[in-house]
Each structure stands twice: as structure tokens, then as C-alpha cells.
């Protein structure tokens, strides 16, 4: 358990400064303590303090990094409560009985599956090395080959130990995860991460199992810990993910304040109940998870859905107001308003590219609404609308007059007319994107 507000109000200086942004060492000690504030913030922390404070001030889940992907330093149990932070990493799975093809294969799928969407590119993260073989010399031949395949992090899968320290020694500092340390062995598995810069995962047939050796861990040395509490189906899974992060967050359990791990690809051979399993996983807490593939049709909605999950609630994704030019446009192309919603000019700029009709698009700052519900708030309105169009600067870049505003706004378009007064004309464009370019070529 970590230290109380009360505990850490002990540690601080007491001059109420207010330098750390609080406006008391107390209201400090408090944020400390609820994982809202960092140390660093208090310029005046004696170093003794600092080292019981850091502990205590560290996040209720701990972050480990993998290569370059962060996992883990979550806040909060719900979403809406503020964000999460660090999305669920999705890992390849290749294993050292495979043939070459199939690795290449694999490997290639995990680096150049991404797809493109609201100006983000999104991926899987990680390949994961299965010792099937149980041969250390195979197993690290394969490590060494993936280094020079991939630039995604590794997690080392063995339950030979000799393998395990084969392959973390060929992995040296890429900051590799070893799956993994057992009430067994950590001992040991916590050597061969110190000396070669890796991080472990703490695997048992429990939550309850393997709370007993994390701190053991901890204190040979390994920090970065991430969790395997030993789900193999969805049931166990959904259950014990929801325990870990309660734990942690909730009763502030240090012993389980650490990222988890779920191996999807272990729980089923068929690819789309692996699918159904990593959205379960996704939804309800997983840091990592380990797949048998990465193909296109099962990547997407996955993505798709962790990117929905991960993006602030307290913040919209936007852009920012202004002309944008999409296909070159001209004095005589096609005007079209719409809202800043990152969605919506993602879709509709999408829209007009695959048209090749050059437009110029007028995007208006509504707080990152979409289209409807910005009507609806009163903020996509012609008397809001009307200034906007005036003082943008459009009229100075064409020759005629018209502005197409979104089908689903028609019942504005005489309000609007009204408003922007006889230099304008307003035209009713499409409903929906996707009739965008059909609508484009008959302009
Ligand atoms: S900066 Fe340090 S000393 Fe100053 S108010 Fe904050 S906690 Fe107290």
C-alpha cells in the first residue's frame, strides 16, 4: 500500500509556497497521494524525503516500457472519470517452431499492417517470441533475426531458463519483456532481466498467486513488472482484469499496481473467437495483448476500437477553423462548410480527395461537435454561421458564390441565405460523405 496524504503531509517541507501549483503542502500531499500530482512539482522535497515520497508518488499502476511502447500509469477505473492513458499494446506472436515463411509472414503483417484515420496512424506494437522448441541456441537465432526485422519491442516467451537468459542476452538493451517469472523462479528470471535491461512478467494461476511475489520481485531489483494472473478464457479473463485494476486503483494495492497481459492466441484456435476475446480484453483493462496475427480484417475494428477508448472524453478530438484546400482548388471550385470535429473533416476531406474535384473545404470551430449535434447545441446556426463565412476570407478566393452547407442542415439553408445577404448563395449538399463526390461532379 502506498503512503497517505497524511503520511506524505509529514515528508513535505510545510511553507505552503504554492510553487508546486497547490495551494498548501497539504493540498500537494493529498494530490500526491491520489496519484494527481507529481513529486518533481515541489522544488523543495529533501532527498530523503524523495526516496520514500518517490514510492509512494508513483502512479497506482506502475509504467513499463517495451521497446519503445509505454504500457500501464492508469488513474482511473472509468474512462469518463478522466482518461486512460497508456492504449493496450498488440503483439505478434511468432514461435521458434515455425518456418521461415511463416515468420517473415507474420513479421511483415506486424509491420505494415496500419491504417490511417483522424490524421493518426495505428498499428500493432509488439512481436512476441515463443521458446517452443525449448532450445536455447533456436531461440535465440530467433530473437537476433526479429532484431533485424523489426523495430517493434519483444517479449521473450520461455519456461527454460537457460532460453530465456539466451534470448534476453541477444535482446540487450531494447528493453525486451521476459514472459516470464513464476513464485518458482523470479529469483532467477529477475537476474537475467537486471543484467540485460529487460523487463518481467509475474505469472500465476491467480490473482491471489501472484500478488505474493511482486514485491519480491521489486525488491531484487526489477521494477517494471507486468502481470499474468493466469485467464484462459473469457470469463477468468473479464474477472481478473477487473480485480487487478480495482485493487490497484481502488484499495491502492501496490502489489498489484502493475500492467497486465492477456495471450489471447493460447485461449482459442479460432481466429474470429480471438478476435471477439481481444475486444474483451481491450474494453476491460488489458495493457498487453498477444495475438496470432496481424491481419487487415481483424486489425481494424481492434484498432478502431482502442483508439475510441483511449482518446480524452474531456477532450474532443478537433482542427483547428480555417480554409483548407483539398485537390488543388481555384478561383471557380466548390466551397463546403462543415464542423471541426476531427471525424467529420477526416471523412468528408477523405470524401473530396477520392473525388479528384478540387474544393476548397471551410471548417468552423464548434468545439469539435459533429455536424448534428453542433446544430442541435445551437453553435452550427446560420446567425453563428453567417459571421463565420464572412470573416473567413473564402469570398477572396473564388469568383462565384456558392457555399454548400451538409444535407442534414437543410431546415438552416433560408436562415442562412438570410444572413449572408445576397453575395452568397446557399446550396444543399449530401447527407451523407460518401454521396460527396457524385454531388462534387455534378457541380
Ligand atoms: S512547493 Fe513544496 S513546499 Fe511549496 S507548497 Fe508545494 S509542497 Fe509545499
Redesign the pocket.
Known amino acids: 500500500m502506498g503512503l497517505t496524504g497524511i503520511q506524505i503531509f509529514k515528508l ?9 501549483g ?1 495551494p ?2 497539504l493540498a ?1 500531499a493529498m494530490a500526491l497521494a491520489g496519484g494527481k500530482a507529481e513529486l518533481d ?5 529533501s532527498d530523503e524525503a524523495k526516496a520514500t515520497l518517490s514510492e509512494a508518488s508513483a502512479p497506482p499502476i506502475r509504467g513499463v516500457k517495451i521497446g519503445e511502447k509505454k504500457v500501464g500509469e492508469e488513474l482511473v477505473f472509468y474512462r469518463h472519470e478522466k482518461t486512460f492513458m497508456n492504449p493496450t499494446a498488440i503483439a505478434c506472436l511468432v514461435t521458434d517452431e515455425m518456418d521461415d515463411a511463416e515468420v517473415d509472414a507474420k513479421i511483415n503483417n506486424l509491420n505494415t499492417v496500419t491504417f490511417d484515420r483522424v490524421g493518426l496512424t495505428l498499428s500493432a506494437d509488439l512481436l512476441a517470441i515463443r521458446n517452443s522448441s525449448r532450445d536455447a541456441g533456436k531461440f535465440a537465432a530467433l530473437v537476433t533475426k526479429a532484431l533485424g526485422a523489426t523495430e517493434k519491442g519483444l517479449i521473450l516467451m520461455s519456461d527454460n531458463l537457460d532460453a530465456l537468459e539466451a534470448g534476453a542476452k541477444a535482446a540487450n538493451g531494447k528493453g525486451a519483456l521476459l514472459y516470464a517469472a513464476t513464485a518458482d523462479n523470479f529469483e532467477k528470471v529477475a537476474e537475467i532481466a537486471k543484467a540485460n535491461g529487460a523487463s518481467i512478467v509475474a505469472k500465476g494461476a491467480s490473482v491471489e498467486e501472484v500478488s505474493n511475489f511482486t514485491a519480491k520481485i521489486a525488491a531484487a531489483g526489477v521494477k517494471e513488472i507486468v502481470l499474468d494472473t493466469g485467464a484462459t478464457d473469457v470469463k477468468s479473463m473479464f474477472y481478473n482484469e477487473n480485480q487487478v485494476r480495482r485493487a490497484a486503483l481502488k484499495a491502492k494495492n501496490r502489489d498489484l499496481g502493475f500492467p497486465t497481459i492477456e495471450v489471447i492466441c493460447d485461449m482459442t484456435d479460432d481466429p474470429y473467437k480471438e478476435a471477439m476475446l481481444a475486444t474483451v480484453a481491450i474494453a476491460k483493462y488489458a495493457s498487453i495483448i498477444i495475438m496470432s496475427d496481424i491481419d487487415k480484417e481483424r486489425m481494424l475494428p481492434l484498432l478502431v476500437q482502442r483508439l475510441n477508448l483511449y482518446t480524452d472524453p474531456q477532450r474532443p478530438m478537433l482542427m483547428d477553423e480555417g480554409i483548407y484546400e483539398i485537390n488543388k482548388p481555384g478561383s471557380d471550385s466548390p466551397v463546403i462548410i462543415t464542423t471541426n470535429f476531427a471525424l467529420t473533416y477526416f471523412i468528408v476531406a477523405a470524401e473530396i480527395e477520392a473525388s479528384r474535384v478540387p474544393t476548397w473545404l471551410l471548417i468552423m470551430d464548434v468545439e469539435g461537435m459533429s455536424v448534428l449535434t453542433a446544430w442541435s447545441a445551437g453553435k452550427f446556426v446560420a446567425d453563428a454561421m453567417a459571421p463565420f463565412v464572412k470573416k473567413s476570407g473564402m469570398k477572396e478566393k473564388i469568383s462565384h458564390n456558392k457555399i454548400i452547407i451538409p444535407g442534414y442542415v437543410a431546415q438552416i439553408s433560408g436562415e442562412f441565405q438570410e444572413e449572408l445577404g445576397t453575395e452568397w448563395e446557399v446550396v444543399i449538399g449530401t447527407r451523407e460523405a460518401s454521396d460527396i463526390p457524385a454531388f462534387l461532379k455534378g457541380q
Open positions: 513535505l517541507p510545510k511553507t505552503n509556497c504554492k510553487e508546486c497547490s498548501t503542502c500537494f512539482k515541489c522544488p523543495y522535497v
